[in-house]
């Protein structure tokens, strides 16, 4: 009876870890877009091992932006964090090398700052201050991402 007992612990002890990591991150789908009604994703962010904020976006049926009536030179990927600040992320490019046939796209990056809400723009400068809020092509809910 004794090995059927350290196996019961084992398994315990497995499902918790497994648990524990996975609490660790928030998914968050992005909410529909009048602009592009077909694009859809999702959001997930995960504290890395320096307490850093792991964004991880992977979209499908997205438009190349030059399709965007009127046109527009790149998306942008911008996160407004707890304090209402709003932060230019980086581009999601439209072109082959960051997007298949299939219109799927990803990005990636670290923030130090807690993020409240990630949001893509169609921009024609991709290096803006401000995003162009008539042009919010995805935007997620409040985000409930768990403090470091």
Not at 62 to 79: D, F, G, I, N, Q
Not at 83 to 90: F, Q
Not at 109 to 134: G, H, R
Request: aromatic share 8%; glycine share 2%.
């Amino acid at each position: 009876m004794k090995p059927i007992k350290m196996n019961f612990i084992a398994y315990l002890t497995s499902i918790i870890v497994l648990l524990s990591f996975s609490s660790c991150a928030v998914k968050s789908h992005f909410l529909n877009s009048e602009i592009a009604p077909a694009a859809q994703g999702t959001v997930q962010v995960k504290i890395d091992k320096n307490k850093n904020y792991l964004i991880k976006i992977e979209l499908s049926n997205l438009s190349p932006s030059t399709r965007l009536t009127p046109p527009k030179e790149a998306y942008v990927v911008w996160m407004v964090n707890v304090d209402n600040a709003i932060n230019n992320l980086g581009q999601l490019n439209s072109t082959t090398n960051f997007m298949s046939k299939n219109l799927d796209a990803s990005f990636e990056t670290v923030s130090a700052s807690k993020p409240y809400k990630i949001m893509i723009t169609a921009e024609n400068d991709v290096s803006t201050q401000y995003p162009s809020l008539s042009e919010v092509i995805l935007t997620t809910g409040i985000l409930n991402v768990k403090d470091r």
